[in-house]
């Protein structure tokens, strides 16, 4: 466990972060039989409980949420638009929508109360990971359904803070905005950020005329490696989150001073961890699939959600912030990600993971699958950075070579590696897409 603190350690409302574990376990307990009610207001929980033989009065310890169902993103799309709301119509303050990354966008509702508890649970994110009143917040996070920009928006009012609310896109006028009301703090995906990178790299405002010292990312997956190349470049520091529109949004978890996982807010979420193929519940500290239950939701009480994000839970007792939250991994990557490549699962982020290592290659890539002849193939397309982009083949081969070696020694894999030119690939304002699979396409 990281014991050095990068900022200061700050705690937003310590008698929920850092309460005694018993303490927490018994609220807990309440707020579950206060969510199980409520989702019983909707009839697919109705039929679900019934099928399985639980009721509430049944729910009599923490271990009892193991014989309540699982409730799948297939579920939420059986039963939209609104299948899945705990409350009437006219209790709903607002309606936000998931992103559509695997397909439909599904709707989800929050009453007053949640607006309040998801503004805190973002104010907790923020302070742990060095927000304060003084500081002037660039929230490049995308405006409307998506839960990140006003999501983001009521913690970031929380706390006091001033906000540009800018929201994504238009990266020249981010950079004015960037450099005219000198933000210290930049909020967005990592995709944008290395957009925003390229930006200042090819611009007239130099990094130098910037103010900006730090930033949150989160609403996809990215690596550790990616996190340094992110911070060398934009001489930022950042930190990570972690959220989703299904049960909240962002202000699930996030990371603290430490830097030592992301703090789960576990008096608002249980978390759980299982195969995704036996459904068997994983101990702390093993892969698999995240199952949330959000505790306190009014206006969209799901039960034991499948996330389909991949992680595991770090459980080694209190962190060095006086937290006493067990904490999630980075996320991997979503089963719906996964590659199965000959035989052999591959997430993109594992490719990620080995470009990063080589000094040469730029931060963009794509992953292109394909199958010729029967045979699973992978491409992946990577830029050199300009200074290192050389005429000399001898010296483009090297480097090929030397990327090949980083993939196959992480994912065991030979892959073809394609060597493209800087600032030719596509850059991203919201969550990448970095892999094309023309697999289906050829089936
Ligand atoms: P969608 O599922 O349509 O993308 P959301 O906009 O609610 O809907 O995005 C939530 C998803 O974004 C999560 O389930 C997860 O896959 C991803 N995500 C959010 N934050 C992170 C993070 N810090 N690291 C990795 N993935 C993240
Ligand atoms: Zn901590």
Known sequence: M????????????????CMAHSERKALQLEYLQGAVSRSLRNPFYKKAFADKGVSVDQ??????????????KADLR????????????????????TSGTTGKPTWVAYTKNDVENWSNLCARFLVSGGLKKEHTVQLSFGFGLFTGGFGLHFGIEKVGAAIIPISS??????????????????????????KLMDTIQGGDIARSDLRLEHAFFGGEPWTENMRTRIEEGLK???????????VQGPGVSGECAYRNGMHIQE???????????????????????IVITPLRREGFPVIRYRTRDIGYIINDGVCSCGRTTRRMSRISGRTDDMMIIRGVNVFPSQIETALMRIDSVAPHYMIEISRPNAMDEITVHIEIKP???????IEMHKTKREIGAAIHSITGLNMNIDLVSPNTLKRFEGKAKRVVDHRNLVD
């Not at 990281?2 to 972060?17: A, H, R, Y």
């Open 267 to 289: 008096d608002h979420f249980i978390f759980e961890v299982i195969d995704p193929d036996t459904l068997e519940p994983l101990p702390d500290g093993e892969q698999g699939e």
């Open 59 to 72: 729910i009599k310890s923490l271990d009892d949420l193991q014989r309540l169902p699982l409730t799948t």
């Open 236 to 246: 930022i520091r950042c930190w990570n989150n972690y959220g989703l529109a299904e």
């Open 2 to 17: 990281n014991t050095t603190p990068i900022i200061d350690n700050n705690i937003w409302q310590p008698e929920f972060e």
């Open 387 to 393: 200074d290192m982009f050389s005429d000399s083949m």
């Open 78 to 97: 059986d039963n939209y638009p609104l299948g899945f709301m705990g409350i009437p119509r006219n209790e709903v303050s607002r309606y936000q929508g």
């Open 169 to 194: 896109g238009n990266s020249d006028r981010q950079l004015t905005c960037m450099h005219d009301l000198a933000p210290e703090i930049l909020i967005c995906t990592p995709s944008y950020a290395l």
